[in-house]
């Protein structure tokens, strides 16, 4: 909550908001209080009083009343109005939204589409029609202003509740005995209750304003009984000759209307979870470079040659060392794997190589990134621009993420064609159907014109791979790109990449979990462990003889099909947390073999010159 | 004794239909199946996503009323889908362990949910139970306070498993409860279930699209297609001896160490359209053993060999 309220009042608009709203409720609050004149007193003969006057702070409108007292008033009246009115929009919306969202189906499809036809006809309109049917009267104008607000309500509810709905711990509810009514209330009724807060912050004011619009028409409070709407209303004829008896309530609305949004506006800002860990800062477009102590020199290794890179993540006070010092190189033709569970760094690893790690709050702090020879590093961005896709491209576990849904297929693979070739569109095409052919897709020239969703997971993965190669990369860089497949498909996208390495020379940088890919697909490979390489090798030799203890650990918890029922071996603990490493070893406190010399100091990556282990009790000698 | 029984179990979804519209098409998820599992008996569940394992473990929870078949549970009929009826008989984990807590509750309020609704047990007796079930899955009881996003995967899985295991169900579904977890976490996770197994007398249902996992767990395994089982057999011999050629292409596919790489499959490998299901035999467009008597009707499942079972003409022979 202190959080939240920090937050909001970092945002300075809001913050101004927050305290004009809070004088004015204020002011509201104690109007009973206050030694005003009698709203309602008529004496014709101070009409039109100028402000100022004495007795009559603000003047008198045209019957001579006491604006001020009557400012008051109706600022209380038209304040508990607006609120009351979406109190009740919120409670009611909020319900058929709910209820639509969590039964969905045929519940959903008749509230809803009885909420399109409120929503069809014209806001205003609808209100007029409601106060016209009702007859005019505060009460009414506060039913109308708040009926048509209930569509929004409907609508926005619905559209979470229905995310929430699809979510395992409903059906877990239902498993544990609830019926839906309690699962309406205590399942999904405070998942949706910020949005709530959130739509009622953004609409109240409107919703006074509202109030004020029907009032003004003569249609809303009805005299003498005043709020802010109705003296504007009567000050209309007197615009010209007393032009302060409409500005006095005029300046009120706005300012009340202004607050409110402004703080309404922060309030979903500081609440919006995706705003809350960033701040508002918008990505740059290359990751952050801030190279502390020296760049590695160019040891002339491999076509892509990674060397001790350094990429940090700066979070508040805390620093989470994803990637540090890894060294790592790929030669034309060759696969290398880099093996390793979530949060060991392996995508950062790869990210880091094009810049494409977020910043802020990804940092890369040390280390070099050569392609041919030259440090991408301290390229500039038009540069890296160039090479991204051209010399050096990706694919992402889940091809969806890098397709856009509304376009086709074959349109974005024209476009990323044409992104670094200025060849015609027929050509393009021409290039696309042949790609989509060498990835193995049927039926090329007609899987060209299919939207992402029409596609399968294997074959979007394919137009992903497809896309990766348009512009011929001599380097691949793919990060666990067949986690999300099944066995059948995954062994026809592992062999396509193999053959294209194979046919065309292609450097390919292979990130998995899955000892049986890497054994498949890869020459070399690393694993990694809380951001550090721990062994790197031949993979046969490291299948064969693993040297880390935590390779080998790894490589037994990994079930091998054709073992029968069995129990598995398992690592005890979790791995650490990279902001608060331990210092020494990392994996020391699961390791078996650990001693004292393991949990001090800075253990290096020994051994021969193809095979390297980070450990000073290997499984195996080195040398 | 048989802990769970299905006797033609299937399930149809309407599409497309709109709010005065009839449907225009159905997609058949699940055909009609049928089949056994013994008390204390793991079942393994195995095929590719959209084959209808979540629709099939849905229904046998009772979060989707079948449309056709009967399912029964250690002798007794659950004929109306209320997840309350079946709650105390069979319970879910579910496949993301972090989307299957609510957020906005504590650990302890998720736990004691099945105690009260279900059993209707008094505070002592809840904090009891659930002290009791903790010990069991080796979790500390101060986590009883803290809200899920304070969990690592493998934590939160412990936890989903201990939520299903304060059901005191007599039947567990585990619909791909590892594959969320990283590698060294997952045997963990799958230790602790062997382990409960036997301390609580439970039957497994075990859905995963690991092979090697399922083997590993499993007395017996189902391979399902297109909302079909293809083949059924002991573990040990489902992979080294697959009858189906399906289950031989799966088991050709998964990745293994020294097994050199090709694509056992080259050809357009997409699944059968579900709007739109191939006569016969669903796999012939990709089986390598297909014939025109295949296309013509729906083969049954039948025994080849000693104690397995497949829906095919031409098995595999061993
Ligand atoms: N509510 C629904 N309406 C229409 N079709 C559905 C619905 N739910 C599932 N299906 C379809 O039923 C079939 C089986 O789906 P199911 O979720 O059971 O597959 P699965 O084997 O669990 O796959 P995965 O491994 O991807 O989880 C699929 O074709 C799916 O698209
Ligand atoms: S250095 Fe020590 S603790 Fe680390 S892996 Fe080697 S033996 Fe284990
Ligand atoms: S029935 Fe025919 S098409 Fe189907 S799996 Fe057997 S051989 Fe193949
Ligand atoms: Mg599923």
């Given at each position: 909550m202190i959080a939240f309220l920090k937050l909001l009042f970092r945002n300075r608009l809001a913050a101004m908001g927050a305290v004009v709203l809070s004088a004015i409720l204020i002011l509201a609050l104690i109007t009973p209080l206050l030694p005003l004149a009698d709203p309602d007193a008529i004496a014709t003969g101070d009409r039109f009083k100028r402000p100022f006057t004495e007795g009559h702070l603000l003047g008198t409108d045209h019957l001579g009343r006491d604006l001020l007292s009557r400012l008051l008033w109706g600022t209380r009246l038209s304040l508990a109005v607006g609120i009351f009115a979406a109190l009740i929009a919120a409670s009611v919306g909020s319900a058929i939204g709910i209820i639509a969202g969590y039964f969905g189906g045929r519940t959903d499809n008749v509230i809803m589409r009885g909420v399109d036809m409120l929503m069809a006809f014209p806001y205003i309109l609808l209100a007029?029609?409601?106060?016209?049917?009702?007859?005019?009267?505060?009460?009414?104008?506060?039913?109308?202003?708040?009926?048509?607000?209930?569509?929004?309500?409907?609508?926005?509810?619905?559209?979470?509740?229905?995310?929430?709905?699809?979510?395992?711990?409903?059906?877990?509810?239902?498993?544990?005995?609830?019926?839906?009514?309690?699962?309406?209330?205590?399942?999904?009724?405070?998942?949706?209750?910020?949005?709530?807060?959130?739509?009622?912050?953004?609409?109240?004011?409107?919703?006074?304003?509202?109030?004020?619009?029907?009032?003004?028409?003569?249609?809303?409070?009805?005299?003498?009984?005043?709020?802010?709407?109705?003296?504007?209303?009567?000050?209309?004829?007197?615009?010209?000759?007393?032009?302060?008896?409409?500005?006095?309530?005029?300046?009120?609305?706005?300012?009340?209307?202004?607050?409110?949004?402004?703080?309404?506006?922060?309030?979903?800002?500081?609440?919006?979870?995706?705003?809350?860990?960033?701040?508002?800062?918008?990505?740059?477009?290359?990751?952050?470079?801030?190279?502390?102590?020296?760049?590695?020199?160019?040891?002339?290794?491999?076509?892509?040659?990674?060397?001790?890179?350094?990429?940090?993540?700066?979070?508040?006070?805390?620093?989470?060392?994803?990637?540090?010092?890894?060294?790592?190189?790929?030669?034309?033709?060759?696969?290398?794997?880099?093996?390793?569970?979530?949060?060991?760094?392996?995508?950062?690893?790869?990210?880091?190589?094009?810049?494409?790690?977020?910043?802020?709050?990804?940092?890369?702090?040390?280390?070099?990134?050569?392609?041919?020879?030259?440090?991408?590093?301290?390229?500039?961005?038009?540069?890296?621009?160039?090479?991204?896709?051209?010399?050096?491209?990706?694919?992402?576990?889940d091809p969806l993420s890098t397709l856009h849904p509304l376009y086709r297929v074959g349109d974005q693979l024209i476009e990323a064609i044409q992104a670094h070739n200025r060849v015609p569109e027929a050509e393009a095409r021409a290039k696309a159907i042949e790609l989509f052919r060498a990835v193995r897709i049927p039926n090329p020239e007609s899987r060209i014109r299919n939207f992402p969703h029409e596609m399968s997971g294997g074959m979007r993965q394919r137009v992903g791979i497809a896309m990766a190669m348009a512009n011929d990369p001599d380097v691949i860089i793919a990060d666990e790109p067949t986690t999300a497949l099944d066995v059948t498909v995954q062994a026809q996208i592992l062999s396509l990449l193999d053959d294209l390495r194979r046919e065309r020379g292609l450097a390919i940088i292979f990130i998995t979990h899955d000892f049986g890919v890497v054994a498949q697909l890869c020459d070399r490979v690393a694993v990694m462990y809380a951001g550090r390489i721990v062994e790197e090798g031949p993979t046969e030799t490291i299948l064969e003889h693993p040297a880390h203890p935590y390779t080998k650990k790894l490589m037994a918890c990994v079930p091998e099909l054709g073992g029968g029922k069995r129990r598995l071996a398992a690592i005890p603990g979790l791995p650490p947390q990279v902001h608060d490493l331990p210092p020494g070893c990392a994996f020391a406190p699961r390791c078996h073999k650990a001693t004292d010399a393991c949990r001090e100091g800075e253990i290096l990556l020994e051994g021969t010159e193809t095979h390297t282990a980070r450990c000073i009790h290997p499984e195996e000698e080195l040398a | 004794m048989t802990a769970l029984k299905v006797d033609d179990l299937s399930k149809t979804f309407p599409v497309g239909g709109g709010l005065f519209r009839a449907p225009k098409a159905a997609v058949r998820a699940v055909r009609p199946m049928s089949f056994e599992v013994a008390k204390g008996e793991t079942l393994g569940i195995v095929g590719e996503s959209g084959c209808g394992k979540s629709t099939l473990a849905r229904m046998l929870v009772g979060l989707l009323e079948p449309t056709t078949g009967r399912i029964e549970i250690e002798g007794k009929p659950l004929d109306n889908a209320d997840p309350a009826a079946f709650g105390k008989l069979i319970q879910y984990v579910f496949q993301d362990p972090v989307s299957s807590l609510n957020p906005r509750k504590t650990i302890r309020q998720i736990m004691e949910a099945p105690l009260k609704r279900l059993y209707g047990m008094g505070r002592a007796e809840r904090a009891a139970r659930i002290r009791e079930i903790f010990a069991s899955v080796n979790l500390r009881e101060e986590f009883l306070d803290r809200y899920p996003h304070e969990f690592s995967g493998g934590q939160a899985q412990r936890i989903g498993v201990a939520r299903a295991l304060a059901a005191a169900p007599r039947i567990i579904i585990l619909d791909e409860p590892v594959s969320a977890l990283d590698v060294s976490v997952q045997a963990q996770v799958l230790n602790l279930l062997a382990d409960l197994k036997g301390e609580f007398n439970l039957t497994y249902l075990f859905i995963s699209h690991d092979l090697a996992v399922v083997e590993a767990v499993s007395d017996r395994i189902l391979v399902l297609y297109f909302g079909t089982v293809v083949e059924v057999g002991p573990a040990e011999e489902v992979f080294k001896t697959p009858r189906h050629p399906y289950t031989k292409l799966l088991a050709d596919s998964a990745p293994v160490v020294g097994r050199p790489l090709k694509a056992p499959e080259q050809k357009d490998s997409e699944l059968p359209d579900p709007l739109n299901p191939p006569p016969g035999c669903a796999f012939a467009g990709r089986c390598p053993r297909a014939t025109p008597e295949c296309v013509a009707e729906v083969p049954d499942l039948r025994p080849l060999g000693e104690h397995q079972l497949a829906a095919c003409i031409h098995p595999h022979e061993y």
């Open positions: 007029l029609a409601i106060v016209a049917a009702l007859g005019p009267g505060l009460t009414n104008a506060l039913i109308a202003v708040a009926a048509v607000n209930i569509p929004f309500f409907a609508r926005n509810i619905r559209g979470v509740t229905v995310g929430l709905a699809g979510r395992e711990f409903i059906d877990a509810a239902r498993l544990a005995g609830m019926g839906h009514g309690r699962i309406i209330l205590t399942e999904l009724l405070p998942n949706v209750a910020s949005t709530i807060v959130i739509a009622m912050s953004t609409t109240v004011g409107w919703m006074i304003l509202e109030t004020a619009g029907l009032s003004f028409l003569g249609l809303g409070s009805q005299p003498p009984q005043a709020d802010l709407g109705s003296i504007l209303g009567e000050a209309r004829s007197a615009l010209i000759t007393a032009p302060h008896t409409s500005i006095v309530p005029g300046v009120m609305i706005f300012l009340i209307v202004m607050s409110i949004n402004l703080l309404g506006d922060g309030v979903r800002d500081a609440l919006d979870p995706r705003l809350r860990s960033g701040a508002l800062t918008r990505p740059r477009a290359v990751t952050l470079v801030e190279r502390r102590g020296n760049v590695p020199r160019a040891d002339q290794k491999g076509l892509l040659n990674i060397q001790e890179l350094e990429t940090q993540f700066h979070v508040g006070p805390r620093i989470y060392r994803a990637v540090n010092q890894v060294s790592l190189h790929v030669n034309p033709g060759e696969a290398v794997g880099v093996i390793g569970e979530s949060g060991s760094g392996k995508s950062v690893t790869a990210l880091s190589v094009m810049g494409l790690v977020a910043s802020p709050p990804g940092v890369i702090t040390g280390g070099a990134v050569r392609y041919d020879s030259e440090d991408l590093l301290a390229a500039s961005y038009d540069s890296l621009r160039a090479k991204r896709g051209r010399n050096v491209a990706y694919i992402f576990q | -």
